[in-house]
């Protein structure tokens, strides 16, 4: 694997250490992004796709939606509390 990484002169996606565990959390959003928005779209132009990706992104994915990590809370949700507790 590595020696045909070499000869294509492509950089691997692994850590320093060949880990491949690394991708995990990035393949698990485009997993969410592809079954909670692309899959249930038809795009008629390149840039509608890029505006609601954009969208989904920006203004659900990375504030609203409710995350495992964050204890069941949205990252807006995190911040709030955040900013509540140092008032």
């Known amino acids: 694997y590595h020696n045909i990484i070499k000869q294509h002169q492509f950089i691997g996606s692994m850590s320093a250490k060949g880990n491949c565990f690394d991708n995990a959390p990035i393949e698990s959003f485009w997993g969410i992004l592809k079954n909670e928005l692309v899959y249930h779209k038809d795009y008629k ?28 809370k949205s990252p807006r949700q995190v911040w709030f509390d955040y900013y509540r507790q140092a008032a």
């Open 45 to 72: 132009t390149r840039f509608t796709a890029i505006n609601e990706i954009t969208q989904y992104i920006e203004l659900y994915y990375n504030q609203t939606r409710i995350q495992k990590g964050l204890s069941y």
